[in-house]
């Protein structure tokens, strides 16, 4: 079965097929014309060849030259048939390629997509964490800024306390 495009492809070739059969007859036609018209003008010009003899290779050289014409025509034709039917495959074929890479780059989009959210929402809990701890780091800051000052106040106490004591030890 042959698809809306390959039918298009073939109705088109056999269009031109036909265009260019009648493009020859009427190259045809037109190089007849030529040769009688021809063969006219030369019979008046000289006479001393047979004049019939004279249309008659006049036409025989007219008919090698149509000849000659049709086979290029036909070998023109055949290769643009042969073009109109490799390239509808071939376009095909390109379609069909570019549809599997619009799936597969569909496909690698959503993926990205789904990536992107995963790593804004964990970008989302790095930022709570770290919020968290800069709370946690600024609260072992304030408790070790208030044990600090305890231990200052109690060392020089302590201090003062030895110092006491070392004179009274050293007045007894």
């Known amino acids: 079965l042959l698809g809306p495009r390959q039918r298009s492809a073939d109705l088109s070739c056999h269009r031109r097929e036909v265009d260019g059969i009648a493009a020859m007859a009427r190259m045809l036609r037109a190089g007849l014309f030529a040769g009688v018209v021809a063969a006219a003008a030369g019979e008046s010009a000289g006479a001393r ?3 019939i003899r004279r249309v008659v290779s006049m036409l025989q050289l007219m008919q090698e030259k149509v000849a000659a014409e049709g086979k290029k025509e036909e070998e023109l034709f055949h290769r643009f048939m042969c073009f109109c039917k490799t390239g509808a495959k071939d376009l095909e ?3 069909s390629a570019s ?3 619009i799936e597969q780059a569909t496909a690698e989009l959503k ?3 789904a990536e992107l959210e995963q790593l804004e929402q964990d970008l989302g809990g790095a930022a709570a964490s770290r919020e968290e701890a800069k709370a946690a780091l600024a609260e072992a800051a304030a408790i070790r800024e208030k044990e600090a000052a305890a231990f200052a106040k109690e060392s020089s106490e302590h201090k003062t306390n030895i110092a006491a004591l070392e004179k009274a030890i ?3």
């Open 49 to 51: 060849a047979n004049p």
């Open 93 to 95: 074929a390109s379609i």
């Open 99 to 101: 549809e599997t890479r």
């Open 111 to 113: 993926e990205a997509q």
């Open 170 to 172: 050293a007045a007894i």
